[in-house]
């Protein structure tokens, strides 16, 4: 190749023509090589499960779903719990995995790197069989439906079709264990929450009843009424007062009226008198001492005369008595002698009296309940404060139980619904298929592998052959090399004889003439 000079698509068309054979050679020979290494790698096979994961049922808005994580998230979820130790250990066992002078440990690792779980969330009519390759008809053809597939890759196409069969069966079954058991403990969350907030319900209830009955009559609702009540004992214990005061001036008017009709009564009836009383008694006893020193006591005037002098002794000593206990003498003495109007205005006195006693009895009273509806309104802000806070808390303590209360019947149906199997179920669309065919090596990627290999080695050797050719081939390398227009060209002509001969001849610019060759055909 003639450097220096820019090449075009006849340059490159030409060197392809001119190594033809150099390019077809490895593009021939490469395929069919790639396609023999293939067989050096031992084959691995690929089984792979499909399972569609179906809504609930039920309306969202009637029964809430127990489980809220998007499906991705539970996918991974299910696939870590599947691919435990504790879980695959069985697996392992039952399928008679582990080979003699194995180490289980080794298996199960190779389970859990081989297993691959990957979410789909794709129109379910394009969806194709992951082990036949033939599209399957959809439950509804367009409409999108969740899905994940379960891959295994194995040495061998029953143990790839076993352990994904088992695999997928356990995180469908993992699916509806955790689901209901999700729904199980939190109905028992619930359950113990609201018992504890129905405590704590009735300890607020206890508190707020306690505190009603010990400020009964001062809460913030009763503050309009103490008012009401305070203004009516006001007016009332006026009223009482006047009361009093009248009852004193008509006692007093009546105790002025008997004092003045008993001194009167009394000047009418001096034997009351108790110096007259003492007079008297004096002179019965004188006329007794004549009387015995004349008469024996058997007789008659002596008989009356002990008996008059015992008659002013008794009167004597009421009278006395009387004046002793500060009662009035002529009450005590005279009672049964005293004329009707005394007596009225001693009923008066007596009456008044009971008047005033009554009327000081409700004063009292009524002072009493006015300091008390007072006191009532004093504290009332203080007892509105705490009223509030108490109420704060109990309105607080019954909306958190009736919440909870919503929440709990929410549960149990949502348990109920999981119990029933009628929330998000996983179901089994395409079972774990026996691999036909290795899924390595790939022959047919091996066999185009080497295509491309063989195609690049042709084009590399027909570069490096093109590289070191140093002939001129045209017009433009002479004009490349030499750096001197070019005169006269002779094209090369070919003529086939009869015997088959072919004689070529070169043929010069402008007419000239070239040698001849003769080439054999």
């Known amino acids: 190749m003639i450097a220096n000079r820019e090449l075009s698509l006849d340059d490159y068309l030409a060197l392809a023509r001119r190594h033809l054979k150099t390019i077809f050679l490895p593009v021939l020979l490469a395929p069919f090589a790639g396609y023999l290494v293939s067989y050096a790698f031992p084959p691995k096979y690929t089984s792979q499960a499909m399972v569609l994961v179906e809504g609930q049922r039920l309306p969202e808005g009637v029964v809430q779903p127990v489980v809220t994580e998007e499906l991705a998230q539970r996918i991974e979820a299910m696939k870590e719990k599947v691919l435990t130790r504790n879980q695959l250990t069985p697996v392992v066992q039952g399928l008679g995995l582990v080979k003699s002078g194995q180490d289980p440990n080794e298996v199960i690792q190779t389970i859990r790197t081989g297993i691959q779980v990957a979410p789909l969330d794709s129109d379910t009519s394009g969806i194709s069989s992951p082990t036949m390759g033939k599209k399957k008809p959809a439950p509804k053809p367009g409409t999108t439906a969740p899905a994940f597939t379960v891959t295994y890759t194995a040495s061998s196409a029953k143990e790839a079709q076993d352990v994904c069969a088992q695999v997928t069966s356990m995180m469908i079954k993992e699916n509806i264990d955790s689901r209901t058991r999700a729904a199980r403990d939190t109905?028992?969350?619930?359950?113990?929450?609201?018992?504890?907030?129905?405590?704590?319900?009735?300890?607020?209830?206890?508190?707020?009843?306690?505190?009603?009955?010990?400020?009964?009559?001062?809460?913030?609702?009763?503050?309009?009424?103490?008012?009401?009540?305070?203004?009516?004992?006001?007016?009332?214990?006026?009223?009482?007062?006047?009361?009093?005061?009248?009852?004193?001036?008509?006692?007093?008017?009546?105790?002025?009226?008997?004092?003045?009709?008993?001194?009167?009564?009394?000047?009418?009836?001096?034997?009351?008198?108790?110096?007259?009383?003492?007079?008297?008694?004096?002179?019965?006893?004188?006329?007794?001492?004549?009387?015995?020193?004349?008469?024996?006591?058997?007789?008659?005037?002596?008989?009356?005369?002990?008996?008059?002098?015992?008659?002013?002794?008794?009167?004597?000593?009421?009278?006395?008595?009387?004046?002793?206990?500060?009662?009035?003498?002529?009450?005590?003495?005279?009672?049964?002698?005293?004329?009707?109007?005394i007596r009225q205005l001693r009923l008066q006195v007596h009456q008044y009296t009971q008047v005033l006693d009554q009327a000081t009895r409700e004063q009292k009273r009524l002072s009493d309940a006015v300091r008390m509806y007072q006191g009532r309104l004093a504290v009332s802000p203080e007892v509105e404060e705490k009223y509030k806070e108490l109420t704060r808390d109990y309105d607080t303590a019954q909306k958190q139980y009736a919440d909870l209360l919503t929440k709990k019947g929410n549960s149990e149906m949502t348990q109920d619904m999981e119990n029933r199997q009628q929330g998000e179920q996983m179901t089994l669309l395409y079972p774990a298929g026996f691999p036909a065919d290795p899924s390595f090596p790939n022959r047919l990627f091996c066999a185009a592998a080497g295509l491309g290999a063989g195609l690049a080695v042709g084009l590399a050797i027909a570069v490096w052959l093109e590289l070191r050719d140093k002939s001129l081939k045209d017009e433009r390398d002479v004009e490349a090399s030499l750096q001197m227009p070019v005169l006269v060209s002779i094209p090369w002509v070919i003529e086939e004889t009869r015997n088959g001969s072919a004689f070529r001849y070169g043929g010069g610019r402008n007419g000239g003439s070239g040698a001849r060759d003769k080439v054999h055909a």
């Open 187 to 341: 109905t028992e969350f619930i359950d113990r929450q609201l018992q504890e907030a129905k405590d704590d319900l009735d300890k607020q209830d206890s508190a707020l009843a306690d505190f009603k009955k010990q400020y009964a009559g001062q809460l913030p609702g009763d503050e309009d009424s103490n008012l009401k009540l305070l203004t009516a004992l006001n007016t009332q214990l006026d009223a009482n007062t006047q009361t009093i005061s009248r009852a004193q001036q008509d006692k007093a008017y009546a105790e002025s009226m008997l004092a003045q009709q008993v001194s009167a009564w009394r000047l009418a009836q001096g034997s009351t008198n108790p110096q007259s009383l003492q007079q008297q008694l004096t002179q019965l006893q004188s006329q007794l001492l004549q009387l015995q020193a004349r008469y024996t006591d058997d007789h008659p005037d002596v008989i009356k005369t002990k008996a008059d002098i015992a008659e002013v002794k008794k009167r004597l000593a009421e009278i006395n008595e009387a004046a002793a206990q500060g009662g009035d003498t002529t009450d005590k003495v005279a009672a049964s002698t005293e004329p009707a109007e």
